[in-house]
Protein backbone atom coordinates (compact mmCIF):
# COMPACT_ATOMS: atom_id res chain seq x y z
CA UNK A 1 0.00 0.00 0.00
CA UNK A 2 1.69 3.06 -1.42
CA UNK A 3 2.06 6.13 1.79
CA UNK A 4 0.24 9.17 0.71
CA UNK A 5 2.28 11.97 -0.52
CA UNK A 6 1.95 15.12 1.86
CA UNK A 7 1.06 18.17 0.92
CA UNK A 8 4.06 21.04 0.90
CA UNK A 9 3.82 23.13 4.11
CA UNK A 10 1.60 26.38 3.98
CA UNK A 11 4.69 29.40 3.27
CA UNK A 12 5.95 27.05 0.39
CA UNK A 13 2.08 26.82 -1.01
CA UNK A 14 1.98 30.72 -0.64
CA UNK A 15 5.35 30.97 -2.10
CA UNK A 16 4.48 28.56 -4.98
CA UNK A 17 1.22 30.62 -5.81
CA UNK A 18 3.26 33.46 -5.87
CA UNK A 19 6.11 32.48 -8.13
CA UNK A 20 3.00 31.38 -10.73
CA UNK A 21 1.76 34.28 -10.83
CA UNK A 22 4.67 36.26 -11.39
CA UNK A 23 5.28 34.25 -14.54
CA UNK A 24 1.52 34.63 -15.31
CA UNK A 25 1.40 38.10 -15.43
CA UNK A 26 4.94 38.45 -17.11
CA UNK A 27 3.58 35.74 -19.91
CA UNK A 28 -0.15 37.42 -20.64
CA UNK A 29 -0.42 40.84 -18.46
CA UNK A 30 -2.65 41.27 -15.31
CA UNK A 31 -5.68 40.16 -17.66
CA UNK A 32 -4.23 36.29 -17.29
CA UNK A 33 -3.72 36.74 -13.76
CA UNK A 34 -6.91 34.39 -12.15
CA UNK A 35 -6.92 32.37 -8.99
CA UNK A 36 -8.13 29.61 -11.66
CA UNK A 37 -5.51 30.22 -13.91
CA UNK A 38 -3.11 30.06 -11.00
CA UNK A 39 -4.41 26.56 -9.54
CA UNK A 40 -3.86 25.21 -13.32
CA UNK A 41 -0.08 26.71 -14.12
CA UNK A 42 1.11 25.38 -10.67
CA UNK A 43 -1.13 22.09 -10.85
CA UNK A 44 -2.64 23.07 -7.77
CA UNK A 45 -6.49 21.67 -6.66
CA UNK A 46 -9.38 24.24 -7.29
CA UNK A 47 -9.81 26.58 -5.43
CA UNK A 48 -6.20 26.31 -3.49
CA UNK A 49 -5.10 29.88 -4.76
CA UNK A 50 -8.34 31.22 -3.13
CA UNK A 51 -8.04 29.85 -0.03
CA UNK A 52 -4.24 31.48 0.84
CA UNK A 53 -5.35 34.49 -1.07
CA UNK A 54 -8.83 35.38 -0.77
CA UNK A 55 -8.70 38.48 -3.11
CA UNK A 56 -7.42 39.73 -6.10
CA UNK A 57 -5.53 42.42 -4.65
CA UNK A 58 -4.25 39.91 -1.65
CA UNK A 59 -2.77 37.65 -4.36
CA UNK A 60 -1.35 41.25 -5.92
CA UNK A 61 -0.01 41.74 -2.94
CA UNK A 62 2.15 38.58 -2.46
CA UNK A 63 3.06 38.83 -5.95
CA UNK A 64 4.82 42.30 -4.58
CA UNK A 65 6.23 40.84 -1.67
CA UNK A 66 8.01 37.92 -3.47
CA UNK A 67 9.30 39.88 -6.50
CA UNK A 68 11.05 41.97 -3.40
CA UNK A 69 12.56 39.27 -1.75
CA UNK A 70 14.02 38.19 -5.03
CA UNK A 71 15.87 40.96 -5.87
CA UNK A 72 17.10 40.84 -2.61
CA UNK A 73 18.30 37.27 -3.05
CA UNK A 74 19.92 38.20 -6.37
CA UNK A 75 21.50 40.89 -4.54
CA UNK A 76 23.20 38.70 -2.18
CA UNK A 77 24.18 36.10 -4.27
CA UNK A 78 26.68 38.70 -6.34
CA UNK A 79 28.76 38.93 -3.03
CA UNK A 80 31.01 42.13 -3.24
CA UNK A 81 29.90 45.20 -2.48
CA UNK A 82 26.21 44.89 -2.87
CA UNK A 83 26.38 41.68 -0.68
CA UNK A 84 25.82 42.13 3.27
CA UNK A 85 29.09 43.50 4.66
CA UNK A 86 30.10 46.53 2.40
CA UNK A 87 33.21 47.20 1.04
CA UNK A 88 36.40 45.94 1.91
CA UNK A 89 37.04 45.82 5.57
CA UNK A 90 40.36 48.15 5.44
CA UNK A 91 38.56 51.28 3.76
CA UNK A 92 40.64 53.28 6.47
CA UNK A 93 44.02 52.15 5.22
CA UNK A 94 44.02 54.47 2.27
CA UNK A 95 40.69 55.97 1.73
CA UNK A 96 41.22 57.21 -1.61
CA UNK A 97 42.49 54.13 -3.09
CA UNK A 98 39.71 51.58 -1.32
CA UNK A 99 36.94 53.96 -2.47
CA UNK A 100 38.01 53.57 -6.32
CA UNK A 101 38.47 49.98 -5.58
CA UNK A 102 35.16 49.46 -3.60
CA UNK A 103 33.09 51.58 -6.78
CA UNK A 104 34.67 49.42 -9.43
CA UNK A 105 33.81 46.40 -7.53
CA UNK A 106 30.60 47.95 -7.27
CA UNK A 107 29.83 49.07 -11.13
CA UNK A 108 30.64 45.09 -11.44
CA UNK A 109 28.33 44.05 -9.25
CA UNK A 110 25.82 45.80 -10.84
CA UNK A 111 26.28 45.60 -14.07
CA UNK A 112 26.15 41.73 -12.99
CA UNK A 113 22.85 42.32 -11.76
CA UNK A 114 21.33 44.17 -14.82
CA UNK A 115 22.88 41.54 -16.83
CA UNK A 116 20.73 38.66 -15.02
CA UNK A 117 17.55 40.57 -14.82
CA UNK A 118 17.89 41.33 -18.18
CA UNK A 119 18.40 37.40 -19.47
CA UNK A 120 17.31 35.17 -16.96
CA UNK A 121 15.18 37.23 -14.97
CA UNK A 122 13.77 38.80 -17.58
CA UNK A 123 10.51 37.37 -16.76
CA UNK A 124 10.08 38.86 -13.13
CA UNK A 125 11.11 42.18 -13.97
CA UNK A 126 8.37 42.35 -17.39
CA UNK A 127 6.28 41.15 -14.16
CA UNK A 128 7.36 44.09 -11.74
CA UNK A 129 6.74 46.44 -14.49
CA UNK A 130 3.10 45.46 -15.01
CA UNK A 131 2.05 45.53 -11.47
CA UNK A 132 3.43 48.70 -10.46
CA UNK A 133 0.74 50.47 -12.93
CA UNK A 134 -1.45 48.35 -11.10
CA UNK A 135 -0.25 49.98 -7.63
CA UNK A 136 -0.70 53.21 -9.41
CA UNK A 137 -4.30 52.99 -10.37
CA UNK A 138 -5.87 51.27 -6.76
CA UNK A 139 -4.98 52.80 -3.95
CA UNK A 140 -5.58 49.48 -1.95
CA UNK A 141 -2.40 47.86 -3.35
CA UNK A 142 -0.49 51.28 -3.10
CA UNK A 143 1.02 50.18 0.44
CA UNK A 144 2.18 46.70 -0.67
CA UNK A 145 4.64 48.01 -3.64
CA UNK A 146 5.91 50.82 -1.62
CA UNK A 147 6.63 48.71 1.39
CA UNK A 148 8.00 46.29 -0.96
CA UNK A 149 10.46 48.82 -2.74
CA UNK A 150 11.72 50.05 0.57
CA UNK A 151 14.42 47.46 0.84
CA UNK A 152 15.87 48.09 -2.57
CA UNK A 153 16.21 52.09 -1.22
CA UNK A 154 17.47 51.04 2.12
CA UNK A 155 20.08 48.68 0.52
CA UNK A 156 21.25 50.87 -1.81
CA UNK A 157 21.35 53.60 0.67
CA UNK A 158 24.24 51.78 2.60
CA UNK A 159 26.18 50.70 -0.03
CA UNK A 160 26.49 53.94 -1.24
CA UNK A 161 27.27 55.52 2.35
CA UNK A 162 30.07 53.01 2.13
CA UNK A 163 31.18 53.83 -1.06
CA UNK A 164 31.55 58.30 0.27
CA UNK A 165 28.15 59.36 -0.66
CA UNK A 166 27.56 62.66 1.52
CA UNK A 167 23.53 62.08 1.18
CA UNK A 168 23.01 58.61 0.90
CA UNK A 169 19.54 58.46 0.60
CA UNK A 170 19.24 60.76 -1.88
CA UNK A 171 21.29 59.23 -4.08
CA UNK A 172 20.16 55.80 -3.26
CA UNK A 173 16.71 57.36 -5.16
CA UNK A 174 18.81 58.21 -7.76
CA UNK A 175 20.37 54.85 -8.43
CA UNK A 176 17.41 53.22 -8.04
CA UNK A 177 15.07 55.53 -10.43
CA UNK A 178 18.11 55.45 -12.90
CA UNK A 179 18.38 51.27 -13.03
CA UNK A 180 14.84 51.07 -12.91
CA UNK A 181 14.80 53.05 -16.14
CA UNK A 182 17.58 51.38 -17.86
CA UNK A 183 15.76 48.06 -17.42
CA UNK A 184 12.59 49.63 -18.64
CA UNK A 185 14.33 51.01 -21.22
CA UNK A 186 16.03 47.47 -22.34
CA UNK A 187 12.73 45.22 -21.56
CA UNK A 188 9.98 47.43 -22.98
CA UNK A 189 10.85 50.78 -24.24
CA UNK A 190 10.65 51.53 -28.10
CA UNK A 191 13.56 50.66 -29.34
CA UNK A 192 13.79 47.30 -26.67
CA UNK A 193 12.74 44.60 -29.83
CA UNK A 194 15.78 46.08 -31.95
CA UNK A 195 18.32 46.31 -29.66
CA UNK A 196 21.37 43.37 -29.41
CA UNK A 197 21.33 41.03 -26.72
CA UNK A 198 22.88 42.28 -23.44
CA UNK A 199 26.22 43.15 -22.71
CA UNK A 200 27.91 42.86 -19.16
CA UNK A 201 31.24 44.93 -20.01
CA UNK A 202 28.37 47.49 -21.77
CA UNK A 203 26.42 47.39 -18.49
CA UNK A 204 29.23 47.79 -16.48
CA UNK A 205 30.64 50.84 -17.77
CA UNK A 206 26.97 52.01 -17.56
CA UNK A 207 26.35 51.33 -13.89
CA UNK A 208 30.27 52.88 -13.48
CA UNK A 209 28.88 55.79 -14.90
CA UNK A 210 25.66 55.71 -12.66
CA UNK A 211 27.67 55.46 -9.91
CA UNK A 212 29.71 58.23 -10.43
CA UNK A 213 26.84 60.85 -10.81
CA UNK A 214 25.39 59.16 -7.92
CA UNK A 215 28.17 59.72 -5.80
CA UNK A 216 29.75 63.06 -6.87
CA UNK A 217 29.83 65.81 -4.00
CA UNK A 218 26.80 67.75 -4.05
CA UNK A 219 27.31 71.47 -5.10
Given at each position: ??T ?5 P ?5 T???D?A ?5 A???R???H ?15 Y ?7 L ?6 R?A ?8 D?GGP ?13 L ?14 L ?6 W??V????Q ?13 P??E????R???G ?5 S ?8 Q????A ?5 A?T ?5 D ?16 E???VT ?12
Amino acid sequence: MSTPRKSPPAADRRTLIADIAIDLVAATGLRGLTHRAVDGAAGLPAGSTSYYFRTRTALIGACYQRLAELDLDDVGDLGGPLAPGGPPADLDRDLERDLERGREAAAAALGGLLHRWLTVGRARQLARFELSLEAARNPELEADFHRAGRGARVRASGILAALGAQRPEEAAELLVAWTDGLLYDRLAGALARSRPAPDLAELTSVTRRMLDAVLARPA
